[in-house]
């Protein structure tokens, strides 16, 4: 606020800009805007679509949706076109209102000064939901080790095509394997010193990333 004219309140606009964003979407009788969500489900398949032209990142995302099929983290991020095409304004009101009463929540402020009463403000707004069966993020999953290898091969009309290879080991990431585990990997192939690009990159001349 010290850079604006006449001491105008660049923070508060912003703070309040924000919590409306979250609390108050533009929706009516429990649905969003047609023409908002039609705009939103154009803009988020062109997302994905422009993932899928990305052969390394379609390669990685389709290494994780094979080893983690039926689990969580093997949901693409930002869902199938088909996933997006269902939406409504209906279905994604009650996602939102689902998000409110049961998402973790962590408000983070980085910045040169904080508002008065910002997380108070925001407080009193969660204080009027009702909030219950909040996500526990702190829960740990482990991926358990394969019981053989699993090969999916997929053929494109491409020019260079896409290896990529995942491991999985029976940690639950706060045991006393896994740090040794990620210096391994990052000794492995985890940057321009690596074995693997050492090996494969320069020895080969084989594309590696």
């Not at 930002?78 to 269902?86: A, L, P, Q, S």
């Not at 896994?178 to 192939?189: A, E, H, Q, R, S």
């Amino acid at each position: 606020d010290k850079y604006t004219f006449e001491n105008e309140s660049l923070l508060s606009r912003a703070t309040d800009m924000l919590l409306s964003l979250i609390f108050n979407p533009k929706a009516e009788n429990g649905a969003f805007c047609e023409e908002d969500l039609n705009r939103e489900k154009r803009k988020a398949i062109e997302h994905i679509k422009g993932e899928i032209s990305e052969k390394r990142i379609y390669a990685k995302n389709r290494l994780i949706g094979e080893m983690y099929k039926g689990k969580p983290y093997g949901v693409p991020k930002c869902g199938t076109v088909e996933d997006v095409e269902k939406i409504t304004g209906e279905s994604l009101y009650k996602a939102w209102e689902n998000m409110l009463k049961k998402a973790y929540i962590r408000v983070q402020v980085i910045g040169a000064s904080l508002l008065p009463g910002f997380f108070e403000s925001t407080s009193e707004k969660l204080n009027g939901i009702d909030r219950k069966e909040i996500t526990d993020c702190k829960f740990n999953e482990p991926t358990y080790a394969a019981e053989k290898p699993n090969e999916v091969t997929e053929r494109m009309a491409v020019k260079q095509g896409k290896l990529v290879m995942g491991f999985s080991a029976d940690m639950w990431g706060d045991d006393n394997n896994t740090l040794p585990l990620m210096v391994m990997t990052d000794i492995f192939g985890g940057g321009p010193y690596s074995k693997l690009f050492s090996n494969v990159r320069e020895k080969m001349s084989l594309c590696y990333y």
